[in-house]
């Protein structure tokens, strides 16, 4: 069935009461994290959780000299934890709890076969001493920072060469404490790139769900170089205007599968990469067979999901539906130029809402932000098989600007079944369209010369998605439980 706009939500009525919700959020989690520091005392009971796996023996952060006060620093607590808790990879794994109170703590690694569990009142805090912070290597993909020429610094928790891991709890929150990591990157102090919250390297089967992620001085979330990827009902939030605090960036990953989140960032709320330039193509590692699912997206400057600008290793198969946007700069953004390489195919976007956007679709073919100055001027991006369907937008400053790259058009662009209305004050012309090639049908207002309307088949439509399962979505997750019992 055809959406429509006297069919759809009323998204004005809904984006309000986003905005109240957000509100209440960010009074409650104030309230939490006042009062988490006083609630001592003994834990007992038993947890229930959903996970990949369940594991033989769990230890709380207490046991390991933890104080949960938001003063002490606990860096050496986790450390030690994940340490010795490692030494039952082979005997059943085991869960790190980590109960109520504000703990402070630099970066620590995790391990296979191992669970990291928050409490609903259990805060991370992430600490706000810039030298402590270990400087680690550029990834090999982009062969330099993205702050700056040098490596980076280590992301808050941190793991390489892991497999089944699962990081969750029952709402707990890791604030990233960003805002002078964000101040000092405005004024250009910064040697290294910002750390990210929860970066996962070379890994296979990964869990990351039911936890609230604030203020990051980076990115979010980063799985790079990784397989089999479940991120589920996770809620990221950072101010509008914090620099490049992506929510979730699936990095040259296989099988990855991402649903139920809600996120408001300053930057792309997804973006899925592959590595810069020159780096990222000899590296040659794509992201491909990434589904996206119930997403609710608010990002002013960027796009609910973005492909690029780092494509350089490919981006294939990628499957979105049920996406909501308020207040965002556009959907689904597709971000490369000459020099990238690489290539973005076997793209699938269905069932959008969206309200209050500057672009419905972009497509961005002059890039830039190089890694140096030694990029292929003749690596040319390969962009086709670009499909939408079933969207609904209200006010609209303009539906589309797709801009291919002068020989090297981007092919294979669908739309099906678009309804936009204009914002009062919209752009003359609706669709800027140059060195792209596509096909139509059902879309107001109606688009330009270079996407043409065609038959359409009443039944079936067009711009399909695609009707098989990938493996990540066939993962079924375990009933899991512990018995609790510490001071």
Known sequence: MRLSLNTNIKLSKMMKQIIKVFAVVVMVAGVIMEGTEGRKGKIAGSLEYSAISCRAHSASILDFGGVGDGVTLNTQAFRSAVDHLSQFQSDGGAQLFVPAGKWLTGSFNLT???????????????????????????????????DAAGGRYISLIFGTNLTDVVITG??????????VWWQQFK???????????????????IQISNLTFLNSPSWNLHPVYSSNIIIQGITILAPITSPNTDGINPDSCTNTRIEDTYIVSGD???????????????????TKHLIIRRLTCISPYSAAIALGSEMSGGI?????DDITAIQTESAVRIKTGVGRGGYVKDIFVKNMKLHTMKWVFWITGNYGSHADTHFDPNALPEIK??????????????????????GD??????????????SKKPKKYQWTCSDVEGVTGAVVPSPCALLPPTQVDEKFGMCDFPSDSLAIDSVELQKCSFEMNYF
């Open 112 to 146: 296979s076969h191992f669970t990291l569990y928050l409490h609903q009142d259990a805060v991370i805090l992430a600490s706000q001493e810039i030298n402590r912070w270990a400087v680690i290597d550029p990834l090999p993909s982009y062969g330099h920072g993205r």
């Open 170 to 179: 029952e709402n707990g929150t890791v604030d990233g404490q960003g805002l």
């Open 187 to 205: 004024k250009k102090k910064l040697k290294y790139t910002r750390p990210y919250l929860l970066e996962i390297m070379h890994s296979d089967n």
């Open 268 to 286: 792309d709320c997804i973006a899925v990469k592959s590595g810069w330039d020159e780096y990222g193509i000899n590296y040659g590692m794509p």
């Open 316 to 320: 294939q198969d990628v499957r979105a």
């Open 385 to 406: 098989g670009i499909n939408y369907r079933d969207i609904v937008a209200e006010n609209v400053t303009m539906a589309a600007r797709l801009e291919g790259i002068s």
């Open 409 to 422: 058009p981007f092919t294979g662009i669908c739309i099906y079944n678009a309804t936009i209305g204009l």
